[in-house]
């Protein structure tokens, strides 16, 4: 059972800089991938990225590629999100996820019903 929690959210103006990161509680080993989703309010939650984790290889849909940045830390368990020059429309709930084990099956890490452990997410706001 893995458990995750995401801190480093908060209120920051448009164009500032900030650091999510992911704790887990259980060990993720044969973890497929771990990703971030946001969710505005009325919106459906949206792929942010997404991290191989063994490998490291690393996945963004076109919309966030350049801004956002996905890394992990194995060792340690947990996973950040570095989001730069932030826009108003960067704001809502991000949340970080974890995919079940790669020796199960394949993913499609762009998908939020791929994911089996979800954090209780984090609130960026970004004011103009």
């Known amino acids: 059972q893995v458990q995750l929690v995401e801190s480093g959210g908060g209120l920051v103006q448009a164009g500032g800089s900030l650091r999510l990161s992911c704790a887990a509680s259980g060990r993720l080993t044969n973890t497929y991938a771990m990703g971030w989703f946001r969710q505005a309010p009325g919106k459906e939650r949206e792929f942010v990225a997404a991290i191989m984790w063994i490998g490291g290889a690393t996945q963004y849909p076109d919309s966030m590629k350049g801004r956002f940045t996905i890394s992990k830390d194995n060792a340690k368990n947990t996973m950040h999100l570095q989001i730069n020059g932030l826009k108003p429309e960067d704001t809502a709930v991000y949340y970080c996820?974890?995919?079940?084990?790669?020796?199960?099956?394949?993913?499609?890490?762009?998908?939020?019903?791929?994911?089996?452990?979800w954090g209780q997410g984090t609130q960026v706001t970004v004011s103009s």
């Open positions: 996820a974890a995919t079940g084990s790669l020796l199960e099956r394949d993913y499609d890490v762009r998908f939020s019903g791929e994911y089996d452990y």
